[in-house]
């Protein structure tokens, strides 16, 4: 299991409590689908503004700051990409969402203070979001593999930014039939 040793200062262990997800990056039987189900509840959370321009800058930002936090949770533990660093899926599976808003050709603002009506309403796009982004971060599927040689953090975060901008063709196209061509659901 990936700790801290008992003589990390309060800062790093604080700083490896959050790459690990709050935790669920310890959870057993595979952290990185803990981390990206935290993801769901990050996007959710970002969509809430609906504003577009939030959304973008956060998901940049969280980006940014995971790869600083990333880089210094492999360092505390002593790990190149600890599996239960989950931060950085956390962070990228909010660009699942990139595909539908493409698609829709806005961004979809309308009840976004209503969680539920937001769940109602594209819960098909987060289950086809969240599966695509397993797939690709699991697989890692041409350069989503090669990426993660980059140094420190950035590394560890690149394959799932990746990723996730995969899984945002494939959350698109799901939106284009659903929506365009009358899928049910």
């Known amino acids: 299991m990936s700790v801290p040793s ?13 790459a690990q997800g709050f935790g669920s990056g310890l959870l057993p039987a595979g952290p990185g689908t803990w981390g990206s189900l935290v993801g769901i509840l990050w996007l959710w959370a970002l969509l809430l503004p609906g504003s577009a321009l ?8 969280s980006i940014l700051l995971a790869v600083g936090g990333c880089a210094r949770a492999e360092k505390v533990l002593r790990q ?13 599976v909010p660009l699942t969402f990139f ?5 829709l ?3 979809p603002a309308a009840s976004w203070s209503d969680p539920l009506t937001v769940a109602a309403q ?7 979001g969240f599966i695509a982004f397993r797939v690709f971060d699991i697989a890692k599927p041409g350069p989503i593999g090669r990426i993660q040689s980059l140094p420190d953090g950035w590394g560890v975060v690149a394959d799932d930014v990746l990723a996730g901008l995969a899984a945002a063709v494939v959350t698109g196209l799901f ?3 659903r ?7």
């Open 99 to 103: 595909g539908p808003w493409l698609v």
């Open 54 to 61: 939030l959304f973008g800058v956060l998901v940049a930002g």
């Open 179 to 185: 929506h365009w061509v009358s899928l049910p659901g």
């Open 80 to 92: 190149h990409d600890p599996g239960s660093v989950v931060l950085d899926e956390i962070v990228a």
């Open 6 to 18: 008992p003589h990390t200062t309060w800062s790093d262990r604080l700083v490896v409590w959050i």
């Open 175 to 177: 939106t284009y039939l």
């Open 105 to 107: 050709g806005t961004f």
């Open 122 to 128: 594209f819960w098909p796009e987060f289950l086809v």
